[in-house]
């Protein structure tokens, strides 16, 4: 059966694992990001050794191994969510870190600007609004008086209350550049996904068109050639139907295809595939059904379909029945040899009064019974 119209990417997570061309995976940033920190991480701690600061070159290395092991715990287990979250915790308290230890003579918490683009980057907007903010209170805290007390940290008055200012004006930038990057990627999303779905299906019955039923029937008869399990095809008509469209116009002729299409969504299995084959002809196919289950099946859509009605344009109740000619592969046979024969048992119950089912090489007696 069809699938339905297509969702809409509202929210972060199902948009962030569809990747639309050009766009750097969220994997491959933190990998790249991990590779980029190492050399800065030991220029860091090797300026730190050479003051004798042991502490600061223990943590710097520590952050470097735990980058790199969280690469590898990636590339092992390919666990997205796990990898993310490490690495926000790991650049969130080395960037404290950097902050609060006033490296490189109080220059490296220039590197915070290097945070709010990353973050908002490889996570959610929630992540990234709630993680910035905290950024942000904490280096307001720092360079508040009680930090300046707390943490000894060198930062003058002027320098601090600039540096607060022009990290929230990036902040506030990222969020919006983020944001509007999702949406566009949404709609973008979105639009294949329409175009998609209109490609593949019948736009008046909203079911697969011809192409996607052969689609469905190659691959279906490629499962049939792996495990040998038949499968049959019904091709169905609605009888009389260039009538209809003379005696009450095209427009009752167009509800008449929707009426049809309506019942045979009804009355398929979610496992088959309907199609719109042609104008007022539709092709299902039935997976891992014999003969005498297709002819069942048959049966009751044209059953069905006969006791449905549309309205006229006077509003009077108009009537309609179909032919179904029935095909199961077997021996091999190709695609076009099963067409051919549901074809012809079509052929077969038109030209023997139509509103009846026939089943390719074998009586109708003897498969009803
Ligand atoms: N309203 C409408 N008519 C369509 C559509 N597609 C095809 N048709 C018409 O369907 C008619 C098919 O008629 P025929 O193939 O002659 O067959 P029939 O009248 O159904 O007769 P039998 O099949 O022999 O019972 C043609 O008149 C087409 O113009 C459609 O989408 N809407």
Same mark, same amino acid.
Request: with cysteine; glycine share 8%.
């Given at each position: 059966?069809?699938?339905?119209?297509?969702?809409?990417?509202?929210?972060?997570?199902?948009?962030?694992?569809?990747?639309?061309?050009?766009?750097?995976?969220?994997?491959?940033?933190?990998?790249?990001?991990?590779?980029?920190?190492?050399?800065?991480?030991?220029?860091?701690?090797?300026?730190?050794?050479?003051?004798?600061?042991?502490?600061?070159?223990?943590?710097?290395?520590?952050?470097?191994?735990?980058?790199?092991?969280?690469?590898?715990?990636?590339?092992?287990?390919?666990?997205?969510?796990?990898?993310?979250?490490?690495?926000?915790?790991?650049?969130?308290?080395?960037?404290?870190?950097?902050?609060?230890?006033?490296?490189?003579?109080?220059?490296?918490?220039?590197?915070?600007?290097?945070?709010?683009?990353?973050?908002?980057?490889?996570?959610?907007?929630?992540?990234?609004?709630?993680?910035?903010?905290?950024?942000?209170?904490?280096?307001?805290?720092?360079?508040?008086?009680?930090?300046?007390?707390?943490?000894?940290?060198?930062?003058?008055?002027?320098?601090?209350?600039?540096?607060?200012?022009?990290?929230?004006?990036?902040?506030?930038?990222?969020?919006?550049?983020?944001?509007?990057?999702?949406?566009?990627?949404?709609?973008?999303?979105?639009?294949?996904?329409?175009?998609?779905?209109?490609?593949?299906?019948?736009? /008046?019955?909203?079911?697969?068109?011809?192409?996607?039923?052969?689609?469905?029937?190659?691959?279906?008869?490629?499962?049939?050639?792996?495990?040998?399990?038949?499968?049959?095809?019904?091709?169905?008509?609605?009888?009389?139907?260039?009538?209809?469209?003379?005696?009450?116009?095209?427009?009752?002729?167009?509800?008449?295809?929707? /009426?049809?299409?309506?019942?045979?969504?009804?009355?398929?299995?979610?496992?088959?595939?309907?199609?719109?084959?042609?104008?007022?002809?539709?092709?299902?196919?039935?997976?891992?059904?014999?003969?005498?289950?297709?002819?069942?099946?048959?049966?009751?859509?044209?059953?069905?379909?006969?006791?449905?009605?549309?309205?006229?344009?006077?509003?009077?109740?108009?009537?309609?029945?179909?032919?179904?000619?029935?095909?199961?592969?077997?021996?091999?046979?190709?695609?076009?040899?099963?067409?051919?024969?549901?074809?012809?048992?079509?052929?077969?119950?038109?030209?023997?009064?139509?509103?009846?089912?026939?089943?390719?090489?074998?009586?109708?007696?003897?498969?009803?019974?």
């Amino acid at each position: 059966m069809p699938e339905t119209m297509p969702e809409t990417y509202e929210d972060d997570h199902a948009l962030a694992e569809q990747l639309v061309r050009g766009e750097i995976p969220v994997p491959t940033l933190i990998n790249g990001l991990s590779i980029a920190a190492l050399p800065l991480l030991f220029f860091f701690a090797w300026r730190a050794g050479e003051r004798g600061d042991f502490i600061h070159v223990t943590v710097l290395i520590v952050v470097a191994i735990l980058l790199v092991a969280n690469s590898f715990v990636y590339w092992a287990r390919r666990h997205q969510a796990l990898q993310r979250r490490t690495f926000i915790t790991l650049i969130t308290f080395l960037f404290f870190y950097l902050a609060l230890g006033a490296l490189e003579q109080g220059a490296a918490i220039l590197w915070l600007f290097a945070y709010p683009p990353v973050v908002f980057y490889i996570s959610s907007i929630k992540v990234g609004v709630g993680t910035c903010l905290l950024g942000l209170v904490g280096v307001t805290l720092l360079f508040s008086p009680l930090g300046s007390q707390l943490f000894n940290a060198p930062y003058g008055n002027y320098f601090g209350i600039t540096m607060t200012a022009v990290l929230g004006f990036e902040m506030v930038c990222c969020f919006l550049l983020d944001l509007s990057r999702r949406r566009s990627k949404a709609s973008l999303l979105s639009l294949a996904r329409d175009y998609e779905y209109a490609a593949k299906h019948d736009a /008046m019955t909203d079911l697969a068109n011809r192409r996607e039923g052969l689609g469905a029937l190659e691959h279906e008869y490629e499962r049939y050639q792996r495990n040998s399990r038949s499968f049959s095809v019904i091709l169905l008509d609605i009888d009389h139907f260039k009538g209809i469209n003379d005696t009450y116009g095209h427009q009752v002729g167009d509800k008449m295809i929707v /009426m049809v299409a309506s019942q045979l969504k009804t009355v398929c299995r979610r496992v088959d595939t309907v199609s719109r084959w042609g104008g007022e002809e539709f092709l299902v196919i039935l997976p891992e059904t014999d003969a005498s289950q297709a002819y069942q099946t048959a049966e009751r859509i044209r059953s069905t379909i006969a006791a449905q009605t549309v309205p006229s344009d006077s509003g009077s109740p108009i009537s309609t029945t179909v032919s179904a000619g029935i095909a199961t592969i077997c021996n091999s046979a190709s695609i076009d040899r099963l067409l051919q024969e549901a074809d012809d048992a079509l052929y077969e119950a038109k030209s023997g009064g139509r509103n009846q089912v026939c089943v390719h090489g074998t009586p109708v007696e003897v498969i009803a019974d």
